[in-house]
């Protein structure tokens, strides 16, 4: 149970007769030319939180639909898009096919940090979500109150590229007729550059997020060591030269341990790096934000050493520049 919200379970059938063939060749066009699906990853019987309202007052209300879960991410390297012209073919199709939308949201509409990881996100650098710029849709198949099926789509765009993710449960083999066909299927990788950290003003700027690469953080402690940090350094320019901006910084860590410590741990070396550029760069607080994620969103693989040292991180993701 997320919050204190009681989510509607249902057992999903495993087909739905409102998904049907010949929405494939009206639905695989909508994806731009260009797109690469960076991700593939289905189960026979799982489950999904599908989102019905925007995170208010610490809940993030959903329902929960049990049965066959597809999840696929692209990423669509065509600039100039937003989230909306991504959203609304797939909108179209999706009701084509006999889905009734019964949530959609924007950004700060839906309850942006919030929002965005209390809802399932496949796993970067496979699917990013820009904070500022992302739109998520919900819809059903049979009565609200007991749907048969879901499908949740999440749009992410930045100034060069952006992201979709596509999510059916309990709908059955028929639902991948739903699925664009018209990306290059490189299953589990993503393009050479989606996983490259920005390392400049102009990425963050362009990417909305950085990864703080050369902090370090004294054996068994969530306090930044002494020093001065490049990235930091970086990071504080930024901040200086965009007075509107406003930043999250969000803490990870590997697999080892259990998820509770391993969050409250992330969280606090995220307001330990807060804290540094208040009191070294005299960054106003009310402009950074400090949360943890444990180990729940990777990089990398946790099953080696280097992929665990990548995981160790801490990200600046912007949240608005007004």
Partial sequence: MKGTAAPLRTAALLTCTLLFPQALSAF?????????????????????DAPVGRY??????????????????????????????????????????????????????????DFRFSTEVLPGPNMYVNLARFRYLTAFTGPRDAPEGAIGILASATSASSYVQIITAGTGPEAEALLPQ??????????????????????????????????????GSTDLGDGEYNSLATLASILQENPSMRIALVGHTDTVGGLDPNIAVSRARARSVRQRLISAYGIEPARLEAEGMGYLAPMASNLTEEGRRLNRRVEAIVLSVE
Avoid: K
């Fill in 182 to 219: 018209t990306a290059v299927v490189v299953p589990g990788t993503a393009p050479a550059d989606a996983g490259t950290p920005p390392e400049s003003a102009g990425t963050l700027l362009e990417q909305g997020h950085m990864v703080l690469q050369d902090l370090r953080f004294a054996t």
């Fill in 28 to 48: 695989a066009p909508e994806l731009p030319l260009g797109a690469r699906q960076t991700v593939a990853r289905d189960s026979e019987l799982d489950s999904f």
């Fill in 56 to 113: 208010a007052n610490g809940q993030q209300p959903f329902v929960t639909i049990e049965g066959a879960i597809t999840r696929r991410a692209w990423r669509i390297g065509q600039e100039g898009l937003t989230p909306l012209q991504i959203i609304v073919p797939l909108r179209e199709q999706i009701e084509a096919a006999g889905y009734e939308v019964i949530f959609e949201c924007a950004s700060r509409s839906c309850g942006g940090f």
